[in-house]
């Protein structure tokens, strides 16, 4: 082999849905570096209708995050022979954790999330919604049975976070924790501080 071949270290797809937190999908693409690797992106026909409620200038997408339509089966993630590292969907409603709890695969963001658990990668589900019935809670269980990480999007306050970008960022920092990549947006407890 010659020649400069950048390898991308990891393959990131990150999905939007419609829950409540488009703030934290906002943060984590933020804090995500596109040019070391690559970056997918596919949002549900919901996540819209959120992020128009929730930020007022819209998603900012950064440079270099390849986005896809929902109806791209073909996006390079969607098949067994191709997955993704790591998925997060971030926020998560309870509508696509269940359907991905009972195999329902009808877009290429469920679809996605099948293919991540049945290739043994990382899926990771940031649910929001409250208060959770029996139904969520089962799903939830299916989920962790199947293999998926599920990090609650709840803020934490004990590093009193004085901005909604710093409190979103607590939840952000766990996420990026789970799919393995360094953050320095919240301290540790009790780690050092300058
Ligand atoms: C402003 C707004 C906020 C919502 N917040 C939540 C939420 O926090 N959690 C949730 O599960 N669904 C929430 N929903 C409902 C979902 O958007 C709805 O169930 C939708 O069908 C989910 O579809 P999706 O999973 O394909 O995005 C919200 C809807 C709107 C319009």
């Known amino acids: 082999m010659s020649g400069h071949h950048i390898v991308a270290l990891l393959k990131i797809l990150i999905a939007i849905t419609g829950a409540s937190g488009s703030i934290y999908a906002q ?81 290429v963001l469920l679809r996605a999330a099948d293919v991540t658990l049945k290739e043994r990668r990382k899926l990771i589900l940031a649910p929001r919604e409250t208060p959770l019935n029996l139904i969520h809670i089962k799903n939830m269980e299916l989920l962790l049975l199947a293999g998926a990480a599920i990090i609650p999007a709840n803020p934490s306050f004990y590093t009193r976070p004085e901005s909604l970008v710093q409190l979103a960022d607590t939840v952000v920092a766990r996420i990026l924790d789970q799919m393995g990549l360094p953050q320095r947006l919240v301290p540790r407890w009790q780690e050092e501080r300058d």
């Open 27 to 107: 943060r984590l693409l933020d804090n995500l570096n596109a040019e070391e690797h690559e970056v997918h992106l596919v949002m549900s026909r919901y996540a819209q209708a959120v992020i128009g409620e929730e930020l007022p200038d819209g998603l900012r997408v950064p440079k270099g995050v390849m986005q896809h339509s929902l109806k791209s089966m073909n996006a390079p993630f969607a098949s067994g022979s191709n997955p993704c590292d790591v998925m997060a969907i971030v926020p998560c409603s309870m509508g696509t954790l269940g359907r991905i709890a009972h195999g329902c695969s009808d877009d």
